[in-house]
């Protein structure tokens, strides 16, 4: 088992392809801020989707290791950096809904984590979800979680655990910086040493603008040997690639060579072209501008050969062929046959452009206006897996849930002219609502057992309920509130003092509406 980088360019066709990656040892005391000026880069992967979006979207990480710690960092590119509105505290399973790293690790035989961290913009916090597989070789046995959270503007999650995030200057990316103690990583003080091997699969998430409804782009990387797919590559522990501690570092730094074809030819063809221009398509013309060859369309990148400030010198070669025509062949095959040209004088023109992306916006026949997604939750419309299911009426506004929701939202809030105004991810199987609230029995992922919540009515924010003056948890565990081990409830209603839970064991519960503390029941017998 080893880390080592692979021999073959380290890519497969036009996207990254690292397999493993090799952990050096830290040269001297590291401290976590983001500035990577006390690392050792040289055993970085870059890790991106394709070449020409990767001065868009990619992802440059490293790991060191000492005595007492694992350390991880990452230089994103990402056009709107360190961007978060997922609340650990409401939403503590959502983060990688927007700009997140997930760590894939197995350690051993004993220990399997999912490791998701992000930055909650509105807080200026560093989060880290710790989900540790009940079964290290199958995670649909459950997980045991932590969630670590950093004060306002802190580096420190507590457990001896420490994250940091850096903008870039120009704003077009961010740096991230981990510290992981040997010890939460195998659940047991150790003593790590040289050529230890250990699984850590990657996977990068960037959000979208509203920075909690759905990632707009998404690569998997740090893969195992000879592992290409990347789907389902959050359960698929022997796809994730092998990390080993390396006993010296400033190891040889990895090469990223494209796997398609590259062209050579004897005449230089050399040009000037924007820096950040990601697509060159060349052609060669003779003097009276007849077309002979369409040369090349290229990521400048891959030939560029000089910087001048914000203008890249490319050069390309011209093997001094023409276009060439179809030559039919016995069995009907086909063969193209190029030409040389004729002695003479020729000119290129070429054409430059940023490239062209590919970013989810909406799916058809969707009655939101707009009917793609916005920042502030009032475009697009409800969930995708099944039919709207409940409707309250909370003032002017009207609310209607869906049973579940994995794309889109489960619960919105509609104005009088029937527009939605806003929207949430959970799913409701019962609603209530008044002119203040609205309150749900959730569904979702990670809703195990019946849950009381509260969000506003005019724009669904969470408003958790308030017992003695302090906010209590926003998914409310029903069976907590009754003092019970489990209940299912069957039906809620709100009124001007109580909210009513009707339970499958034939009693209604009184709820007051302020604390959510039970007041009184009644058999529901006759009711």
Known sequence: ????????????????????????????????????????????????ADLSIRERFSAEAAAMWDEQYLYVAVHWKDPSPMMSQVNPQYNPNDGWKSDALQLRMQMGDKRTLWLTSWY????????????????????????????????????????????????????????QELRLPWKLLYGEAIKPKAGQVFRMGMEFLWGDPSGKEWPIHRYADCMAPGVTSREFFWSNL????LAELSAKGHVEQRRYVSG?????????????????????????????????????????????????????????????????TWKRLPGGRHRLERHPVKPGTYRVKALFHKGLGAEYEMCFYNPGTPPWRTTDGSGAWGADHCAPYRVARAGKRMIISWAFAEGGHGIIGLDEKGRKRWGEKRGARLLAADERYVYAIPRGWHVKEDQLIRLSADRGEYCPFVLNGKPREFNLSVARLLGVEKVEVTGLAVGKRWIALALKSGKVVFLDKDTASPVRSVPATGV
């Open 1 to 48: 088992m080893s880390g080592k980088a692979p021999q073959t360019g380290n890519m497969i066709g036009r996207q990254s392809q690292n397999e493993g990656i090799t952990v050096v040892p830290a040269p001297g005391k590291v401290v976590v801020d983001g500035k990577l000026d006390d690392w050792d880069w040289s055993g970085r992967i870059w890790c991106f």
């Open 120 to 175: 909650y913009t509105p807080k200026r916090q560093p989060v880290l979800h710790i989900a540790a597989w009940k079964d290290p070789k199958n995670s649909r046995n459950g997980q045991e979680v932590q969630v670590l959270t950093a004060a306002p503007g802190g580096t420190q999650l507590g457990h001896d655990v420490e994250l940091a995030y850096r903008r870039d200057e120009d704003g077009k990316g961010f740096v």
């Open 238 to 241: 022997n796809a994730w690639g």
């Open 260 to 324: 398609t074809d590259r062209l050579d030819g004897v005449v230089p063809i050399r040009l000037r072209v924007p820096a950040d221009a990601s697509r060159v398509t060349l052609v060669i013309e003779s003097e009276r501008g007849k077309r002979l060859r369409t040369l090349a369309e290229i990521d400048p990148k891959e030939y560029t050969v000089a910087q001048e400030g914000d203008m890249r010198v490319i050069e390309v070669g011209w093997d001094g062929l023409d276009e060439g």
